[in-house]
């Protein structure tokens, strides 16, 4: 009967530690919440706004793209990747290349068939202020 009493008394120490641990993790992890879209701005010299959005309809993936230069921005580049998830890892499905002066707004399509997408685009911009380079992630479709 000790000895189970023993055990009970440890295993209720070592329950109340790990939910002392949780609400610290759980704690600190709401402290480092990133800031709602539109309450900051982009870190670049170039670009105001870089967005990718994917949408897939009846076998028709379409690929809407809208960058968005700031004041001084004299050339934008941006290659989209569309990609699908095979044997667990993500290919290249097809590629558009997109160039602009001050804003880029496409909407690319191609046809697909059943699986899981996603969008991400690599963009490059150069102006007065700098030269910026960086990536954007996009969403994931399942079709």
Request: net charge negative.
């Amino acid at each position: 009967m000790r000895r189970i009493s023993k055990g009970i008394a440890t295993f209720l120490s070592c329950f109340a530690i790990f939910l002392f641990m949780q609400s610290f993790v759980t704690g600190k992890a709401e402290e480092l919440d990133t800031p709602a879209v539109g309450e900051f701005e982009l870190p670049y010299q170039t670009i105001r706004s870089a967005t990718c959005d994917l949408s897939i309809s009846s076998g028709t993936a379409s690929v809407s793209t809208v960058i968005n230069g700031k004041s001084g921005t004299t050339s934008i580049s941006a290659t989209v990747y569309l990609e699908i998830l095979e044997g667990g890892m993500w290919h290249v499905y097809i590629s558009w290349p997109h160039s602009g002066g001050t804003d880029i707004d496409t909407t690319d399509s191609i046809a697909v068939s059943h699986g899981v997408y996603r969008v991400r685009m690599s963009v490059s911009a150069t102006g007065s202020n700098g030269n910026d380079s960086f990536n954007v992630n996009g969403n994931t479709v399942g079709y």
